[in-house]
């Protein structure tokens, strides 16, 4: 076929909603933006081991730890399944990595924000893999094939981590005045970075047109921001925290609530290096990167030497 026939078969493919595979032709532009996109997505659960992790060793209970322990061993999961959607697509995980510690790659903006309390493992849970079921439910049905399979047992999970937090955080709240200060002042810090999540407005997001003309992402980032302002709100009344937004209030016309602007110089700011713990997770994941080698190193010989004496 043709190139011209080609992309008409692509196009009438997305448009009939069906998937795009692996071995079938896609134009460039198409295979680049998946790859950005699950790339991104990627190192987002890598990088995101980190604010947790550093309390596993703090839980205040075996039980916590367990749960701990198993969340964050549950994103390096997602990290691996998502990888290995990137390769399908010709783009090799020792690559990906190459170009997330090098910089050349993206990860969630959250991630740049450090978790300095245990209550923060709860608001972790609830707020930051909230909105990440809010944007990735929609992504079950993105017009690429491995990557929409990877999300649906991915929101599976996250909707497991995203109760525990909420567990946490409620126990938390009927505990001590001091728990719930420790509940209150994490809420605080996390609301707007969790809403920042979704990216930039529509209408400053170069990349939304395209990627839904693609059936790459189903939903705007605006669209989805305001599906978790409206979960969230009635859940933090049960909790009985107070989301740190003055604007925040129901609209009868709408039926959605209405919320005040996330400050969006900060988004930029923590997009492009300069967030509080930027340098410290890349650094962090680096040295992770060079303290393996040796298992990877071992793992190839061990190949090797399995692939030679299976032809002798
Ligand atoms: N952080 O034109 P748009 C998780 C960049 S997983 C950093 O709107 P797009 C699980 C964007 O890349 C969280 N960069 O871009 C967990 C682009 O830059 P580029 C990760 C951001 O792609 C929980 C530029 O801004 N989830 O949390 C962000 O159409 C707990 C312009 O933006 C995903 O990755 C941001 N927040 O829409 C793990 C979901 N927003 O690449 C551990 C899949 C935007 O041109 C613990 N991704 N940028 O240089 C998506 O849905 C989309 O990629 C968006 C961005 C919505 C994130």
């Not at 944007?135 to 649906?152: A, D, E, H």
């Not at 209405?258 to 969006?264: I, M, N, Q, R, S």
Request: charged share 25%; with cysteine; glycine share 8%.
């Amino acid at each position: 076929m043709d190139e011209h026939s080609l992309l008409a078969s692509f196009e009438s493919t997305i448009g009939r909603h069906e998937r795009i595979e692996p071995r079938d032709w896609m134009p460039e532009g198409y295979r680049k933006t998946v790859v950005r996109q699950v790339a991104q997505h990627a190192h987002s659960e890598i990088i995101g081991m980190q604010p947790e992790g550093q309390w596993i060793g703090r839980a205040p209970s075996l039980r916590r730890k367990a749960i701990l322990l198993a969340k964050v061993q549950d994103e390096a999961g997602h990290g691996l399944y998502l990888y290995s959607a990137c390769e399908t697509l010709g783009v090799s995980r020792a690559e990906l990595t190459e170009m997330l510690i090098e910089g050349r790659q993206k990860y969630s903006s959250i991630f740049n924000y450090p978790a300095l309390s245990y209550a923060d493992v709860g608001t972790i849970g609830w707020l930051v893999d909230g909105a990440a079921i809010c944007n990735q439910v929609p992504l079950c049905r993105t017009s690429y094939g491995p990557y929409g399979r990877s999300m649906i047992r991915i929101c599976k999970e996250e909707s497991f981590h995203q109760r525990q937090g909420f567990e946490l955080l409620a126990t938390m709240m009927r505990g001590t005045d001091e728990q719930r200060a420790m509940v209150q002042e994490s809420v605080d810090r996390f609301w707007w970075p969790a809403l920042m999540m979704f990216g930039p407005p529509d209408d400053d997001s170069p990349n939304t047109a395209q990627s839904m003309a693609w059936g790459i992402k189903r939903n705007t980032n605006d669209d989805l921001r305001q599906r978790m302002v409206d979960m969230t709100v009635p859940q933090a009344a049960v909790l009985g925290v107070t989301l740190p937004d003055p604007d925040l209030k129901w609209n009868e016309e709408r039926q959605s609530y209405d919320f005040g602007a996330p400050d969006w110089d900060e988004f930029k700011a923590v997009i492009s290096g300069n967030g509080p713990c930027n340098t410290q997770r890349i650094a962090h994941r680096r040295r992770a990167h060079e303290d393996g080698a040796w298992v990877r190193e071992a793992a190839l010989a061990f190949a090797r030497r399995s692939n030679e004496e299976s032809h002798e």
